[in-house]
């Protein structure tokens, strides 16, 4: 491994490493070590901006690194089902420095024992949107070509599945049509369960502009008053909407579309629905039927002259648009309304509420998901999810399982035999698995466990029975505790190469100083030398599957690794071989395409494409005459509903629910159908006690949770690893907080600034309590309304990693139910009580 590089690079190009805008940042290195970073002026997504969580970029990159693999003295033993005894700590004598032969040799012979005894099925991997494409397509390779296993899962799973399982059942696709580009046709911006300014801030800002110059009229559906609702407020108050639900978005949806159908017709699409879409009729029917805003206020919670209010902007600006041809409303969505139980069913409602007014198949409008990661896109198209191959296709898609084994030049049975196995409960249902001793092995790829539900009764216990091995920057990474086995990989800045997809599918190019710290290696390298030794001890052709080529430094090379993608990726929604044929015909290089024009947008069918730099919009429908890529080439709208539930059904549901992490022999994953009830029902995981609201912290019992509970995003920090390593955000926002209403802190007897605990049935997290808008607790920039409380989640191991010290860690409260569609989990609608924590008396020592 190369470690004495020398030289002065500067400006190289790379995608920031952080959400899912995708900004152009540039490399500054000296002596092969990333100094510093820029913003990329010439990058057509931030065109020179950067918030500061990228502009720190640099710092976290050589501090706290792992550069030896590291073997758990006393390993878990998969086969005797035997845990360690030391799982959960994370001490220097407790682990061995070893080679990385070592290390790959004992990893291989244990999925290979395990394989051979229990099947490909029992192992299982949770990977990450924050891996290039290349790696991605190597952990589906190694998973469910070589091993032979389906239980594969990522961190999309947290947040864009819902939408991804939306946009497939409404359109056809897996992902957006529009592009940044539409927010300056657009006639309304909405941000819907999505607070940009915090989770993408260079995209908040080209709306603000937008809406300072062109008095773009914004709606913001969130229950709290957020940054975004806030600085929108500040540009234009007049043109600035805010609704505030919490869990009642398809009740509002079918409402805003009730007060359309009936006092602004015109808004309603009537000609391209007769001829491009299916079931809008009973969609229709059913919203004038049911869903006057005075009939469900009491799920939606909002003010039904707010709704017609909103309802006459959204129809104005639908008319306005269809009737310039181009514009209308453009919709951004984020985990508020993706995060739910009836997370699939939400989207779905949004998707029926554009495809009504007109707003789909055409620029300058349309539904436009956020992704949070940099890569989340490439987790799913490189079949990083249960269920799915490569590029959006099925598992159960046979012709494409055998495209796909060519590809990979693995055994085509292979594949049959992972698509006949059963993984119900998507990650959550591997957990549980292994919990019962059925998933024998995990892989943790550049994912932490700890962004998952139930961390204490379901995610740590877990993985204390698994045998682990985790892809790891850090040494003091939270998933380093649960390890048997610790990989140190090299990280953003570091690689070769790799491509990112931020969220209007661009491909950037991410090249860094090639130039790892010794000892490490790039995910991709560590995921080949891992798939040789496996596929060896799994008696295939090691060779055969990965023919891939070290370079002069040692390292591979991912552009062969990228060229068989877009190889394979011919005939897809997701075609990408017209960069083959600027290769074949103009000698110029993949890398080098997207490299050249900062970036290029799948799909990119032909030449001619490519050439452009790929598809800006990705547009279907009457508007540009291409049918939608569902089965009978049309929009399918379907009513979801949501209606005031009788309570002794919501109770029956809600009572067995409750069980999830209390009752160890309750697993979710083995209750699709009682999910599929909440869901239908569009009930939250619990309902809050909000009869004790109002009432002092000592007062209320400690079975009763009057609060609603939601944890997101906080701008300062990324997730919960690397902005907590650098200074500027760590001091910008450096310790846990709760967000209170300012009735409510004065009921429980809370003051601002002092520490509370935070109870859920599960476990509890403490924080500081930030009450109301003006908290000196920073950062204070969102309001919660009554009954709400919020924290972020980024903050969870600020304090610990070490679960014996760990006090801010917020998923210890969080529910293990999902969306039995999408998987997605409910981090938005927990319900949680308040403890004061009374500072030590005099004499009393504080912890
Ligand atoms: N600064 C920063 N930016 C990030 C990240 C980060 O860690 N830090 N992470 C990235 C990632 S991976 C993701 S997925 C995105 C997430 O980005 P967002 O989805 O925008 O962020 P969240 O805070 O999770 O949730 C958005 C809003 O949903 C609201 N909400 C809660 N319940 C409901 C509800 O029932 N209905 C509605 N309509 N709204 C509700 C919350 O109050 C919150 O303001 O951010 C990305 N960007
Ligand atoms: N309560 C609650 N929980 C949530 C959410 C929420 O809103 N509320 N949001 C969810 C969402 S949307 C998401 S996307 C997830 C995200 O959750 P994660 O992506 O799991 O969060 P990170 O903290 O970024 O963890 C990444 C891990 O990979 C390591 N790492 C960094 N770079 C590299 C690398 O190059 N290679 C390898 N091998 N490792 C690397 C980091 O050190 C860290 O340990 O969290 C989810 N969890
Ligand atoms: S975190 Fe997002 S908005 Fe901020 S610089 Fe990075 S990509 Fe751009
Ligand atoms: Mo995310």
Redesign the pocket.
Known sequence: MPNEATEVKTNIATQCP???VGCGTLLQTDKGRVVGVKPDARHPTNRGLQCV?GLTAAKPLYVDRLTTPLIRKDLTDPLAARPSRTKGRFDADLFREASWDEAEKLVAEKVAAVVKQHGGGAVGLYGSGQLPVEAQWLQSLLMKGVIGSGAVEGNARM?NTAAAAAYLETMGLDGPQATYDDIEQADMVVH?????R???PVLFWRIADRKATAKLPTLV????R?GTVTALEQVSRASSFHLQ???G?IALCNAIAHVIASEHREAVDREALARDAVGWQSYLEGCKARYAPEEVQAVTGVDPKAVRKVAAGWAAASVAGRKRGTGGVLCFW????N??LHGHHNAVSLINLLALTGNVGREGCGPLTMA??PNAAGERLTGGLTGLLPFHRRLDDAAWRDRIADAWRVPRARLAQVAAQKNPGFIIGMLERALKGEQKVMFLIGASHLDLPDTERLVRPALTRTFTVVNEIYRHAPNNLYADVVLPAACWGEWVGGTFIQSERRFNLCEGTANPLAGTRPDIDILIGLGRRIAAGLGLDAAKIYPYQRREDGLYDPEPIFREIVAASRGSLTDLTGMLEVERRDKTGLYEQIRSRRGVQWPMSSYAAARAGGSGRRLFGPSVSKPWPTTDGKLHLRLCEQQPVAVGEQREVLDQLRRAGVDQDFLVSEQLELLGRARDLALSPEQPDAAWRGKHFKEVPADKFPYWL?L????????SAKTIRAPTPRKLCNEQYVELHPADARALGVADGELVRVVTRRGSFEGRAAVGSGSRIKPSRNAVPRGYL?SPW?LSVADAADPRDNRWLVNAAAHRAFDPVSGQPAF??LVARIEKIEPPRAGEVAR
């Not at 559906?221 to 709290?224: H, L, N, Q, S």
């Not at 984020?334 to 309304?337: A, D, E, K, T, Y």
Request: glycine content about 18%; charged content about 15%; proline content about 5%.
């Open positions: 952080y959400c899912g969580k947040f819907w369960g999505h607070n940009p915090s989770a993408h559906v969130d229950p709290r957020t639900t919490v869990g978005d984020g985990s508020g309304l995060q739910a949070g990661q939601g997101g995003v906080v701008y300062e920090h990324y997730h919020f980024a938005k609608h």
